[in-house]
């Protein structure tokens, strides 16, 4: 798939197919996601793929506590498409045939702010490169409400953090342009609020 159709095209998928992803395709995706660039090389990523049933199960509940205890920050409810979309993944989230738990060293990020910067890019090439494959993901991090269980669920050490859970399989929806405003709504020019007409 052409560079810009996936770009253009993907959008969160929160509703996936239980039908299994081969392996091959997770080691694919993986090995896109550590090209990603990050500061002087540290490469402080880890990533957990989850396919356990009883694993799922356990992150599927620390995932719907999670959500239960986030607010969004302007104190304005999500729209009833996002609420049903959002409570299908809780819903479901131990159905979908893999859970990609994105990490980071702390040792390798304390001069890193904020710490979601050395690991975000990495999350959208894998992104883009499931897009490209068929396969549909969405960057959550409601789970980090409970930190420190998935941590001990999963056994990861002390000295790292979670950054995001990645749902990854084969989505029940379409792939198309996701609603966003034109760029020239969100752009200024040589300053705050000094906008420009697209050529």
């Not at 253009?8 to 694919?28: F, G, S």
């Not at 959500?67 to 159905?95: C, H, K, N």
Request: contains cysteine; hydrophobic residues 40%; positive net charge.
């Amino acid at each position: 798939m052409e560079l810009f159709e996936a770009i253009h095209t993907q959008k969160a998928m929160r509703r996936l197919k239980p039908d299994p992803v081969d392996e091959a395709l997770v080691w694919k995706l993986l090995d896109a996601a550590i090209c990603a660039p990050n500061g002087s090389n540290r490469q402080p990523w880890r990533f957990v793929v989850v396919r356990d049933p009883e694993l799922k199960r356990g992150l599927q509940d620390l995932y719907a506590e999670g959500v239960a205890s986030v607010t969004r920050p302007d104190g304005a409810p999500a729209d009833a498409r996002m609420q049903s979309s959002a409570r299908y993944l809780i819903e479901r989230l131990a159905e979908v045939p893999v859970l990609i738990v994105a990490t980071v060293r702390l040792a390798d990020i304390a001069s890193v702010t904020p710490p979601g910067a050395c690991i975000y890019p990495a999350l959208q090439n894998l992104m883009l490169a499931a897009r490209a494959l068929g396969l549909g993901t969405v960057l959550t991090t409601a789970h980090r409400g409970r930190e420190k269980q998935v941590r001990e669920l999963l056994g990861i050490p002390e000295g790292n953090e979670t950054m995001a859970l990645i749902p990854l399989g084969w989505p029940e929806g379409r792939f198309g342009p996701p609603p966003r405003r034109p760029a020239e709504e969100v752009t200024y020019w040589d300053g705050w609020g000094t906008t420009r007409a697209r050529p």
